[in-house]
């Protein structure tokens, strides 16, 4: 899923910040400035926007676009960092601001605004559910005959 390819090229840019800078203390800050560049808000806001509650990261409600898009701008910097070899935090923050806003302005052009989007479903639901389904077709293998015996 587009989220999980996003957490795991995050995991990826939070390697390589500890890999150049020895340290990921500025990690979520980096982040944060990310989605500010993304949406031309704060991620609290996003978050309240969408109605996020306070302990979910913001991505789990965001659409497969956003998901994508921010996916991409976290792609060019770890691209840029390594090939640049940024070693401050300072350096790899402005280089993931000027991409997220890159993208932006890329989706703004093609007519999509992300601060408007509405929120997608809450990825944890779907899983369980999906989850859920599973369980349940695994249970009655045949699917198309109704199963009345039970």
Known sequence: SARKKLSATEKELSGLIFEQTGSTENFALIRSKGDQALFGKSTQAMKAEWNVPDKR??????????????????????????????????QISTEHVTNNKAVRKTLIERGIRPESLPPAEDVKKVERRLAADEKKSLKNPDGLKESTEE
């Open 57 to 90: 990261p913001l991505a789990d409600f965001a659409p497969t676009i956003i998901l994508k898009a921010k996916d991409f701008a976290t792609e060019i910097t770890i691209f840029n960092a390594r090939g640049h070899g940024m070693k401050s935090e300072g």
